[in-house]
């Protein structure tokens, strides 16, 4: 079974977003530069995005390999739900509070339990892994111990405030294996393995 992989792009002060972030500004005030190296090639299909930076393009090809797409609920209504395709009609499972009336568009689904949705996805992808997306999505499937590896591509900019990776995480050791660092022209990709995280109950 594959293993789930976080991709996110972050600044160096650890924000995934700048602030005032939403359905209509995802990525917030000055966000945009986290991916400013990135193309949609067409309207905001994220299958379609490319990168003149090989890091980059290869962090995405890598991406775009896998078999499902683990997100928290945020990240999906901001995204506008990728059209209820994220790319090559893979599952796309959306951890949830709280489940809508009007069920999920194209190939997704929400599931309101941790340890269930990451289940759901890693059946979903078969042989091959899952991408996650989220902030939020990722601090709780952290904690739950369901998180296998962390892409975090370093952008070199401060953007002060906005939406942080990692806040309020409980007061206990994750520890990581590092895997791979690329240096690009305008990221760092990091690459690690999670080999301990918090305990839960």
Known sequence: MGRIVLYMWMSLDGFVTGPE????????????????????????????????????????AAAMTTGAVLTGRRTFDHAGHWGGDHHDGVPII???RSVPDAPAPGHARYVTDVREAAAAA???????????????AARAFLRAGEIDELALQVVPVLLGQGRRLFDDMPAE?????????????????????????????
């Open 21 to 60: 972030d939403g359905p209509d500004q995802g990525l917030g005030i000055g966000g945009e530069r986290l991916h400013e190296s990135l193309v949609l090639a067409v309207g905001d299909d994220p299958a379609t995005a490319r990168s003149d930076d090989d890091v980059d393009a290869l962090v995405l």
């Open 94 to 96: 959306v951890l949830t």
């Open 122 to 136: 890693r059946e979903a992808a078969g042989e091959r892994d899952v991408l996650l997306h989220g902030a939020e």
């Open 173 to 201: 050791l994750v520890e990581l294996e590092p895997i791979r660092t690329l240096d690009g022209p305008g990221t760092v990709a990091l690459r690690y393995r999670v080999t301990r995280g918090p305990r839960v109950p």
